[in-house]
Nanobody
Framework: QVQLVESGGGLVQAGGSLRLSCAASGSFFSINAMAWYRQAPGKQRELVATISGGGSTNYGNSVKGRFTISRDDAKNTVYLQMNSLKPEDTANYYC???????????????WGQGTQVTVSS
């Protein structure tokens, strides 16, 4: 089985920074793209940032220029550096990863349990 575990969430004042981490564990052959999503109460889950297996990145319009996604393949970990945080960034942040469990298997998408980020004004 594959598990994704997020960490790094918490309470921060507006203008502050946080760094989220998401580590993949279990038995698998490779990890392709990884991504961060967020969901605020009463709102739909939205894409925050993605990073391909080759390192290409893509960001949601609301976080461009403030957030940076990166990955460490040696640690099977994806990071989200969040700067200049705003109250509207308050949400539960989830990571996901497209994982191939063996060379002969298809890729599947796995999700973490989420980590709460709260930005006070």
């Amino acid at each position: 089985q594959v598990q994704l575990v997020e960490s790094g969430g918490g309470l921060v004042q507006a203008g502050g920074s946080l760094r989220l981490s998401c580590a993949a564990s279990g038995s698998f052959f490779s990890i392709n793209a990884m991504a961060w999503y967020r969901q605020a109460p009463g709102k739909q889950r939205e894409l925050v940032a993605t990073i391909s297996g080759g390192g290409s990145t893509n960001y949601g319009n609301s976080v461009k220029g403030r957030f940076t996604i990166s990955r460490d393949d040696a640690k099977n970990t994806v990071y989200l550096q969040m700067n200049s945080l705003k109250p509207e960034d308050t949400a539960n942040y989830y990571c996901n990863a497209i994982v191939r469990r063996s060379l002969l298997m298809n890729e599947y998408t796995y999700w973490g349990q989420g980590t709460q980020v709260t930005v006070s004004s």
